[in-house]
C-alpha cells in the first residue's frame, strides 16, 4: 500500500526500484498530498522554512549540441544567438549582489568561443571581487582537466542534468555523438574534483516511461548529488518535439517529492520551467520539498533569446522585479528566503 511505502521511505529515505516504480504507477491525489507533506516535513529536518536564492546568469545561447528537445540547439537557424561580454557578466553580478544573492549560476550552451580561459577569466573577476559568494557553473561537458581548472579559479558548484538513467531513452532525446556514460563520467569526474553537485531530469520528456523515472531515481540515490534539478519537459517550437505534450505538474511534484525523501538534504530548486507550465508551480515545488529559487540576473534585451522552451516565465522582466516577486511568492507559502550562501547542509568542502 502507498501510504505505507511513503512512510518507510520517510522513515529509511530508501526504496528499491520496484517500490518507486509501484508509487508512480498507482498514487492517488489524496497519497500525493501525504507524500508532500513528508517531503516538507524532511526539508524542514534540515533547512527549517528557508528557501536559498541563486542568480542565474544565461550568458552564451549559442551551443554546439543539438539535443532534440533543446530550444537552443545548434539546428535551430531562427533564434539569434548571443553572447555577454566580460563586463556585461560582471553588471550582472554587480546587480545580483545588491540584490542580495550570494550565489552566480553561469549558465550557458556548450560554446566553444568561451574557452577554459576565458571560463577562468570570468570565475575569477567574480570571485576576486565578492569573495563571499559561490559560483556555479552549468555549461555542460568538459574534460576532466577543464573541470579543474574552473575548479582551481573557484567554481564551487557543477550543474549537469543526467537527463535519463536509461541508455535506451537517452537516446531518443540526443543525437549520436551525446552518450549517456560521458554525462555520466563527467559527474564522476566533478564529484571527484570537489565540485557540489548537481544531476537532475526533465518530468514527462519524449518516451519517458515511469520505469525511466524509477530508474533516474535510483541513480541518484546512488550518485548522491548535493543538487538536484527536475522540471517538467515544455516543448520548443523549433525542436522535432515540437508536438510532444507538456509535462504534467502532479507528476513533476511527485518526482520532486520522492527526490526530496531519498535525498534528505539535497538543494531541491522549484524550476522556472515548473513557474511556467501553471502560475502557481513553484509555490507547489516548494509544498512539495522544494528549497531554491533560482530568478534570472540576464540582461533583460537577451532573456527572449535564451528560450530553452517556449512560454517562459520572467522574459520582460528586471532582475529586481524577479527577486521582489520571487520573495513574496515565498512569504506567501509560508517560508522564507534566506540569502546566505546556501551549501547543502551536509556539505563538507574538501580543501
Ligand atoms: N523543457 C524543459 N526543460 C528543458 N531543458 C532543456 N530543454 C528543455 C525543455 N524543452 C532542461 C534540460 C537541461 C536544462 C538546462 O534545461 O534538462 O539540462
Ligand atoms: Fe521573475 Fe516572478 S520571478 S517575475
Given at each position: 500500500?502507498?501510504?505505507?511505502?511513503?512512510?518507510?521511505?520517510?522513515?529509511?529515505?530508501?526504496?528499491?526500484?520496484?517500490?518507486?516504480?509501484?508509487?508512480?504507477?498507482?498514487?492517488?491525489?489524496?497519497?500525493?498530498?501525504?507524500?508532500?507533506?513528508?517531503?516538507?516535513?524532511?526539508?524542514?529536518?534540515?533547512?527549517?522554512?528557508?528557501v536559498y536564492m541563486r542568480g542565474l546568469i544565461e550568458f552564451?545561447?549559442?551551443?554546439?549540441?543539438?539535443?532534440?528537445?533543446?530550444?537552443?540547439?545548434?539546428?535551430?537557424?531562427?533564434?539569434?544567438?548571443?553572447?555577454?561580454?566580460?563586463?556585461?557578466?560582471?553588471?550582472c553580478a554587480d546587480l545580483g549582489y545588491k540584490l542580495g544573492y550570494r550565489t552566480f549560476v553561469l549558465q550557458?550552451?556548450?560554446?566553444?568561443?568561451?574557452?577554459?580561459?576565458?571560463?577562468?577569466?570570468?570565475?575569477?573577476?567574480?570571485?576576486?571581487?565578492?569573495?563571499?559568494c559561490a559560483?556555479t557553473?552549468s555549461?555542460?561537458?568538459?574534460?576532466?582537466?577543464?573541470?579543474?581548472?574552473?575548479?582551481?579559479?573557484?567554481?564551487?558548484?557543477?550543474l549537469?542534468?543526467?537527463?535519463?538513467?536509461?541508455?535506451?531513452?537517452?537516446?531518443?532525446?540526443?543525437?549520436?555523438?551525446?552518450?549517456?556514460?560521458?554525462?555520466?563520467?563527467?559527474?564522476?569526474?566533478?564529484?571527484?574534483?570537489?565540485?557540489?553537485?548537481?544531476?537532475?531530469?526533465?518530468?514527462?520528456?519524449?518516451?519517458?516511461?515511469?520505469?525511466?523515472?524509477?530508474?533516474?531515481?535510483?541513480?541518484?540515490?546512488?550518485?548522491?548529488?548535493?543538487?538536484?534539478g527536475?522540471g517538467?519537459?515544455?516543448?520548443?517550437?523549433?525542436?522535432?518535439?515540437?508536438?510532444?505534450?507538456?509535462?504534467?505538474?502532479?507528476?513533476?511534484?511527485?518526482?520532486?517529492?520522492?527526490?526530496?525523501?531519498?535525498?534528505?538534504?539535497?538543494l531541491?530548486p522549484a524550476t522556472t520551467a515548473l513557474g511556467t507550465?501553471?502560475p502557481?508551480g513553484r509555490e507547489?515545488g516548494l509544498?512539495?520539498?522544494c528549497n531554491v529559487v533560482m530568478p534570472n540576473l540576464s540582461p533583460t534585451?537577451v532573456r527572449?533569446?535564451y528560450?530553452?522552451?517556449?512560454?517562459k516565465i520572467c522574459m520582460g522582466d528586471e532582475a529586481a522585479e524577479c527577486r521582489n516577486c520571487i520573495e513574496k511568492r515565498i512569504n506567501m507559502a509560508?517560508f522564507v528566503l534566506d540569502t546566505?550562501?546556501g551549501?547543502?547542509?551536509?556539505?563538507?568542502?574538501?580543501?
Amino acid at each position: 500500500n502507498i501510504i505505507k511505502l511513503i512512510d518507510k521511505l520517510y522513515e529509511e529515505n530508501l526504496l528499491n526500484k520496484n517500490e518507486i516504480l509501484y508509487i508512480l504507477d498507482n498514487i492517488k491525489s489524496y497519497e500525493v498530498d501525504y507524500l508532500c507533506e513528508k517531503a516538507v516535513a524532511t526539508r524542514k529536518k534540515f533547512y527549517d522554512n528557508k528557501v536559498y536564492m541563486r542568480g542565474l546568469i544565461e550568458f552564451t545561447n549559442y551551443c554546439k549540441n543539438d539535443c532534440y528537445y533543446c530550444g537552443i540547439r545548434c539546428s535551430n537557424k531562427n533564434i539569434s544567438r548571443y553572447r555577454l561580454s566580460l563586463e556585461q557578466i560582471m553588471e550582472c553580478a554587480d546587480l545580483g549582489y545588491k540584490l542580495g544573492y550570494r550565489t552566480f549560476v553561469l549558465q550557458g550552451g556548450e560554446d566553444n568561443y568561451f574557452t577554459d580561459d576565458k571560463i577562468v577569466e570570468i570565475i575569477k573577476s567574480i570571485k576576486y571581487k565578492y569573495d563571499d559568494c559561490a559560483i556555479t557553473l552549468s555549461i555542460g561537458e568538459k574534460s576532466y582537466d577543464s573541470y579543474k581548472k574552473f575548479f582551481h579559479a573557484g567554481a564551487d558548484r557543477y550543474l549537469l542534468r543526467h537527463e535519463t538513467a536509461t541508455e535506451e531513452h537517452y537516446k531518443k532525446l540526443h543525437p549520436k555523438n551525446l552518450r549517456l556514460s560521458n554525462r555520466i563520467n563527467c559527474l564522476r569526474d566533478l564529484k571527484e574534483i570537489g565540485y557540489q553537485v548537481g544531476a537532475g531530469l526533465m518530468v514527462d520528456s519524449p518516451y519517458q516511461t515511469n520505469e525511466n523515472i524509477a530508474e533516474d531515481l535510483i541513480f541518484l540515490k546512488d550518485l548522491n548529488p548535493e543538487m538536484v534539478g527536475i522540471g517538467p519537459f515544455i516543448p520548443h517550437h523549433d525542436t522535432i518535439f515540437k508536438d510532444e505534450p507538456t509535462g504534467s505538474l502532479e507528476k513533476s511534484i511527485i518526482v520532486l517529492a520522492l527526490t526530496r525523501l531519498l535525498l534528505p538534504s539535497v538543494l531541491l530548486p522549484a524550476t522556472t520551467a515548473l513557474g511556467t507550465i501553471n502560475p502557481k508551480g513553484r509555490e507547489a515545488g516548494l509544498n512539495a520539498g522544494c528549497n531554491v529559487v533560482m530568478p534570472n540576473l540576464s540582461p533583460t534585451d537577451v532573456r527572449s533569446k535564451y528560450a530553452l522552451y517556449d512560454n517562459k516565465i520572467c522574459m520582460g522582466d528586471e532582475a529586481a522585479e524577479c527577486r521582489n516577486c520571487i520573495e513574496k511568492r515565498i512569504n506567501m507559502a509560508g517560508f522564507v528566503l534566506d540569502t546566505s550562501i546556501g551549501d547543502n547542509i551536509n556539505w563538507h568542502s574538501p580543501l
